[in-house]
């Protein structure tokens, strides 16, 4: 990586005395924001302030990695285990966030895609849309512009996208913005098998499955360059390749601890208290424009609650005094998650070849890839980073009895059953009750459109540890969590409880996703190849409680995709910010980033997290301009 040459700072004393904008974390989002600022608001000065270090390469995925290398719980990476999940026997999940100058986007598989037209709508109605100005407007004609405005997307050459059959649609791209969407130049042996037998299934292939509808076979881009397919994050793109600007400062190793209100939340903007990890000092930092809070989904709230901005309840029992009796902050947690289908092949799994498990078994494929990849064009196995296809499919082409699943959502929102899912201590919250049943009013309507997906299941290749698997992620959970303070040590990373299954409706999305996906093994493609189902298996699939019981064992918790912490909702709706992004209540103070959504989208959030933080530089630009 480049050695950054914009306003680096590592000392408190090197800060000015004070800002117009603090953009606290230096991730996806807030790097974002903290360019655009900078750039069109030029008499203002913009900190940001990073608890991790700028330290770009290698990534997940980047060479030297054996394809996919587990991360300590250290930087560039914090690690986190959820509390125990009862309705899945007690097991945690297990989630990653980004440590480092660049966020979550520096550490990713660097799938890039985007959600649909049918999410950005739902996630419109929910942030209370009533026809305000089109900036502050969430559907998909208020997203799309901004989705194709922060990348720069490179077509793959004619012979690469002959070889792999690659298809796109430049319509929805045309953007410039400084992070790069590109296509990779390599896939292994088996993609094409899945895709054939995909196809058996019924699944068809989509042109192009970034422009709102993607209901199909998809290819997405990766966030990575066009010619060295090396990652491009939001601390190269947003930060280390901008010129230098005198209004641009960042500080990197701080610990953005709360924001203080001196004289309450009506008369901000508020200070930020801050903490410096090389000595432990605290200090404050002025603030006379806003601070705009992009720690993402599982910082912010922890930012907010110490604060005193969050559910009064749990604050009191922090012992922190409330300031904003806000029950949404850290109440709203969703992430993908879900079983796979397991199988193995009659003749040995190799006869397809290459497979990733070369990386780690043999030293000369390995040497090859790292080779292939100094080239120009890079070449080979690393330029696929985690993977670019997915099916996606809803639950209408799942199962014939979707309106049995949706029937039911409508009936617990409608009778005021579902309150009793919700986490216990904001459970009996009036605002809460009304924000959760109208957002699962709202995901009924998703799950029944037939255009929106419900079920992904991603595949760079179905090589697994002992054979083959098919992985299946939950869209559109209906079960929340929460993230909490740690009361005992409040400025580590806070407590997760990820509430897995605490709605029972989900436990019957993920039964009618594992029976799809098993279908695989009826197509003439995997019998041809000999296939034989090694989980669930017949028997457990035909009977309800003993496929239930192998959602529970084999379910992965989290795809890494934690969201909706601080919700774009009404506050009588529980929601923590409006569809400006400021913090209901409180002078100067805004979220920026995948907090802020309602719901999930049906993508992995990279992507939407630029288009968030581009969509809400033009909302804070248009205001001070
Ligand atoms: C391992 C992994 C794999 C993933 N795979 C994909 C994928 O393939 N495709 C995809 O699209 N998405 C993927 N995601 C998800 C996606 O990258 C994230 O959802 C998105 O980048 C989040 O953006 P954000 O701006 O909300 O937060 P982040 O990018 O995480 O930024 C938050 C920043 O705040 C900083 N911070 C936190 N607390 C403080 C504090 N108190 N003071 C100062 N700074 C603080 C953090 O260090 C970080 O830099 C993955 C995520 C992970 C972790």
Redesign the pocket.
Known sequence: ASVPNANLKRQVSQLQSSYDFVV???????LTVADRLTQHLTTKKTLV????DIQFAPG?FDPPTNWITPHPNAPP?WNFNSLPNPEFNGKTAFV??????????A??????DRGTKFDHNAMAELSGDDGGPPLTKWNWSGMYSYFKKSVTFTPPSASVAAKYNYTWDEAAYGGTGPVYSSMARFQWADQPVLRRAWQEMGINPVKECADGTKEGICWAPASQHPITALRSH?GNAHYANVQPRANYDLIVK???VRVVYPNGPKSGPPRVEVRSLLDNTLFNVTVTGEVIL????L?TPS?LQRSGIGPSAFLASAGISTVIDLPGVGSNLQDHSGPPVTWSYSSPYPSFGPLPSQMTSNATFKAEATAAFSQTPAEGPYTLA?GNSAIFVSLPHMTAQYKTITKKIRKMATDGSASAYLPPDIRTDPAMKAGYKQQLLVLAELLENPDSPSLESPWATSEAPGGAMALSFLLHPLSRGTVRLNLSSPLDQPILDYRAGSNPVDFDLHLAQVRFLRRLFNTTTLQGLGATETAPGAAVAADDAALKGYVKQAAYLSF??PCCTAAMMPKPKGGVVGRDLKVHGAKGLRVV??SVLPILPAA????T?YAVGEKAADIIIADWE
């Open positions: 606290v974390g230096g991730g996806t989002s807030g302030i990073e608890y991790g997940q990476s990653r966030a980004g440590q480092v100058l660049g966020g979550s986007s550490v990713n598989g660097m799938f890039f939001a701080h610990q953005v992009s720690a993402g989904a910082h930012i985690g890494m995709h980033d995948m992995h959030l990279s992507a997290a």
